[in-house]
């Protein structure tokens, strides 16, 4: 908001035709400081409707634009953003030097500097929380504009604030935005408001240093994610017949036990309870329902990779996934047998099988294989942020911790003598217990890393 893009917009308003007018959106002035109205409109008109500014902009003479950072309205930035023909030039700066300008900008009130002689110094105070959050509020909106650009096949113009006193990338940009217009100099009435180096801006260097110094500048610990986003799945929720508790289940999860308890806390059937709801019947549910919450149940991943395994793969008939199944078998050399099992399938071939199983899962959760990523095995950690897109859990609950946790969770909202949930039976020829062992405790804790890192997964225990 300081000279960078003041500068931008100095000399993209020398192009002939060419005219930028300023912050346009800003929330708390229009254009400019001190001005009243843009283009025939008012502030109050246009925070009312701001679909009339653009309108207006587009509608000026020659070729119009305006100004556009990640705290302006954001109404106006889905306009941009879905319109093809806005050009979409994008000004970007080491978030160091913009974290550092803004606090001396706060500071000494200048923003624009014409006259060196009017310079204002003022030393900024680092504050390593301050900084992370700017960069956070910073990322998060180039990755949703950039996001926004590849979904609907749209290139913009990225120019870095060094760029700036580059003419031919000047020039570059009047080329792309369609200009026959070229610029001979660049505008000098301008002034770098704080030469010098980031350290000599502040008041505390040394810790500033020792705060960047702990941050992971290439994200070398995050771990790729190569899952599909995953829909709500509303339709898989279950209400309470009556009791103000909605269950979000995790596919491999506890799904059958915690339906059978909302069912006996009402003292009616599992039948009676509100399930394969859409979105506007959930909706109904809720309201008829004050004081409403809503769960979901985790399970440790060997646990439910085991259930799943057992379930969709060993298991043939109905709810198995017979033609995986033989793709496993095929490709992957699981060495299960081709029909149902039986009293030869022995523990040591059922492990064999299940560490198969969780290779599989490993290169299919990485985009390595052509069979679907199932909800089943999907990790938790993507299930539950696809809750999101409708409704936030309340409560995320861990299945070994669901006698006091179900039960404080039921008193809360009126039923202090629940029933205690019944524990759920292992399915498959042979339990996780009779063929644990560390290889796949390691295993599991690799392919589903997201997972035992945001729950805080340790190792399984019967």
Known sequence: MRTGSNFLETNLNALDGVQCHGEAFNPHFIGYPNRTDLLGLTQDARDRDPAQLVEAVKAAPGLNGFRFFHNHDPRVLELAL?????AKIILTRNPLDSYVSLK???????????????????????DALEFAEHVTRLQAFQVEVLHRMQTSGQTAFYVAYEDLQDIDVMNGLAAWLGSESRLESLDQSLKVQNPGSVTEKVSNPEEMEQALAGLDRFNLTRTPNFE?????SVPSYIGGATAPLLFLPVPGGPVDSLRDWLAALDGVSADDLHVRMNQKQLRQWKRKRTGHRSFSVLRHPLARAHEVFCRRIVATGPGSYDKIRDTLRRQFKLPLPEGATDASYGADQ??????????FVRANLAGQTAIRVDAAWATQATIV???????????????DELDEALGALASKVGYPQAPAPMAEAETGPHTLKSIHDKDLEDLAADVYQRDYVMFGFGPWRT
């Not at 624009?112 to 204002?120: E, F, G, P, Y």
């Not at 059922?350 to 290779?359: K, M, S």
């Open 82 to 86: 879905a319109d093809r023909r806005c």
């Open 104 to 126: 001396i900008a706060k500071a000494t009130n200048q923003w624009k500097l014409t006259n060196v002689q009017r310079r204002k110094d003022s030393l900024a105070e680092f």
């Open 228 to 232: 599909p986003r995953r829909g709500a």
């Open 350 to 359: 059922h492990r064999d099988a299940f560490h198969g199983f969780l290779e």
């Open 385 to 399: 942020s696809s809750f999101a897109d409708f409704i936030l859990p309340d409560h995320i609950l861990r299945e």
